[in-house]
């Protein structure tokens, strides 16, 4: 199974870390004022993305960014729709002027989570991408409730699985503020990708194994320690996969 690795980008992370990190993904998330990012961050990601032939994704999340997007948040449908027309329509645009096209929206931190656990909100979700981005992409954990709901809308869904991040039986993503939650180990990380790329089935915190349905896209964070020599390792790993691949 061939995989594409994605990264959360322009999130104030130095520009030698942007051009590190994007020299091995395939796919990047690229902050578009929300959570973090600016005008400036855009134009130099974009320009990054299109000189290294990296797939340019909008990775909007909530407007506080003194918990970087990651913390609670209580949003209403028309709150969110109006939220994505602001952060995507801006990616877009710079996109729009440096030759680069949007090739997927990834929803950041509380924004992804609560689509995952509000029908209402994941509804809207691909209702808006539907009307005004038809035909992006959206990734979308594997397993969990949007991708389902935005195939059902007519959208095109990469499920996406997580190198970096812990997982519980349910197939969820163990909370940062809780123990261990976060990869750091490259020899753990890269034999999650492998497993990955092998039988589908990720290694759950309890040490159970479950299968995760059709994940094409792994994601790798910019802000896990160590990110460049991790991302460099998980990509090594996914272009010995695809040569092992018949």
Request: charged residues 25%; glycine residues 8%; proline residues 4%.
């Given at each position: 199974?061939?995989?594409?690795?994605?990264?959360?980008l322009?999130?104030?992370?130095?520009?030698?870390r942007?051009?590190?990190?994007?020299?091995?993904?395939?796919?990047a998330n690229?902050a578009?004022g929300?959570?973090?990012?600016?005008?400036r961050?855009?134009?130099?990601?974009?320009?990054?993305?299109?000189?290294?032939?990296?797939?340019?994704g909008?990775?909007?999340?909530?407007w506080?960014?003194?918990?970087?997007?990651?913390?609670?948040?209580?949003?209403?449908?028309?709150q969110?729709?109006?939220?994505?027309?602001?952060?995507?329509?801006?990616?877009?645009?710079?996109?729009?002027?440096?030759?680069?096209?949007l090739?997927h929206?990834?929803?950041?931190?509380?924004?992804?989570?609560?689509?995952?656990?509000?029908?209402?909100?994941?509804?809207?979700?691909?209702?808006?991408?539907k009307?005004?981005?038809?035909?992006?992409?959206i990734y979308?954990?594997?397993?969990?409730?949007?991708?389902?709901?935005?195939?059902?809308?007519?959208?095109?869904?990469?499920?996406?699985?997580?190198a970096?991040?812990?997982?519980?039986?349910d197939?969820t993503?163990?909370?940062?503020n809780q123990?261990?939650?976060?990869?750091?180990?490259?020899?753990?990380?890269v034999?999650?990708?492998?497993?990955?790329?092998?039988?589908?089935e990720?290694?759950?915190?309890?040490?159970?194994?479950?299968?995760?349905?059709?994940?094409?896209?792994?994601c790798?964070?910019s802000?896990?320690?160590?990110?460049?020599?991790?991302?460099?390792?998980?990509?090594?790993?996914?272009?010995?996969?695809?040569?092992?691949t018949?």
């Amino acid at each position: 199974m061939k995989l594409d690795l994605n990264c959360d980008l322009g999130e104030g992370e130095p520009l030698s870390r942007t051009r590190a990190l994007m020299r091995w993904i395939t796919s990047a998330n690229l902050a578009c004022g929300g959570h973090a990012g600016n005008l400036r961050t855009m134009e130099e990601c974009v320009r990054l993305a299109r000189h290294l032939d990296v797939r340019l994704g909008a990775h909007p999340g909530t407007w506080d960014r003194g918990d970087f997007g990651r913390g609670s948040v209580r949003l209403m449908p028309d709150q969110l729709e109006l939220l994505l027309l602001h952060q995507v329509g801006a990616l877009q645009q710079v996109a729009r002027a440096n030759g680069v096209r949007l090739h997927h929206i990834k929803l950041h931190g509380a924004l992804y989570h609560a689509s995952e656990e509000n029908e209402v909100l994941a509804e809207r979700y691909a209702a808006v991408v539907k009307r005004f981005w038809s035909k992006l992409k959206i990734y979308a954990r594997a397993g969990g409730r949007v991708a389902p709901i935005a195939r059902g809308a007519g959208l095109v869904v990469w499920e996406e699985a997580f190198a970096d991040r812990a997982y519980r039986d349910d197939a969820t993503l163990v909370p940062r503020n809780q123990p261990n939650a976060l990869l750091t180990d490259a020899t753990i990380v890269v034999e999650r990708v492998r497993q990955l790329s092998r039988a589908a089935e990720i290694t759950c915190q309890s040490g159970k194994r479950i299968a995760l349905r059709r994940p094409q896209t792994i994601c790798l964070h910019s802000d896990t320690p160590g990110a460049i020599q991790l991302v460099r390792a998980v990509a090594k790993a996914l272009q010995e996969a695809r040569r092992t691949t018949p």
